[in-house]
């Protein structure tokens, strides 16, 4: 069994022994600070940060791509109404963990939705720890992030 067959096994046995969750992006829960959706259709991710999101709430998150499927998909990452909890030491595990997934194959682009200027600052230091080859660009607002994602990949025309 290869790595990404390892870590899919590992992630899937957390997920029937009940200690992985995939919030609902469409929820209205203030106990659960990242929402996200996976559409296998559009193969796209879009997620949603409300109140304080922390490490282990993006690491839940990054595992649910990784037992999905999803790491090659579009993403949104939108911290429009979230406050991060994260600290410098938590974006070098996240550096790492991104470090890791780009041996298993592409990673899709990343738009990431940061409004203020601390939001901005850390998902500029996210970019620098994370290196993969895939695009990646920061935005104020989530329509501009979309319109991005939504646009023809560079040297590739509209079809």
């Keep these: 069994?290869?790595?990404?067959?390892?870590?899919?096994?590992?992630?899937?046995?957390?997920?029937?022994?009940?200690?992985?969750?995939?919030?609902?992006?469409?929820?209205?829960?203030?106990?659960?600070?990242?929402?996200?959706?996976?559409?296998?259709?559009?193969?796209?991710?879009?997620?949603?940060?409300?109140?304080?999101?922390?490490?282990?709430?993006i690491e839940g998150y990054f595992d649910d791509l990784m037992v999905s499927g999803a790491l090659p998909y579009r993403k949104l990452f939108d911290t429009t109404h979230a406050?991060?909890?994260?600290?410098?030491?938590?974006?070098m595990l996240l550096g790492a963990r991104m470090s890791a997934y780009k041996g298993l194959g592409p990673l899709g682009p990343l738009a990431?939705?940061?409004?203020?200027?601390?939001?901005?600052?850390?998902?500029?230091?996210?970019?620098?720890?994370?290196?993969?080859?895939r695009p990646l660009k920061i935005f104020k607002t989530v329509a501009a992030a979309r319109k991005w994602l939504d646009a023809p990949p560079e040297g590739e025309e509209a079809r």
């Design 1 to 57: 069994m290869g790595k990404r067959g390892a870590c899919r096994n590992l992630l899937t046995r957390m997920k029937l022994a009940g200690k992985f969750r995939r919030p609902d992006i469409n929820a209205r829960s203030v106990d659960v600070p990242l929402n996200w959706k996976i559409s296998h259709a559009d193969r796209s991710v879009e997620a949603a940060g409300t109140g304080h999101v922390g490490l282990q709430d």
């Design 83 to 91: 406050t991060s909890t994260v600290s410098d030491a938590d974006m």
């Design 112 to 133: 990431i939705v940061a409004p203020t200027s601390a939001l901005h600052a850390q998902a500029m230091l996210f970019a620098a720890l994370a290196p993969a080859d």
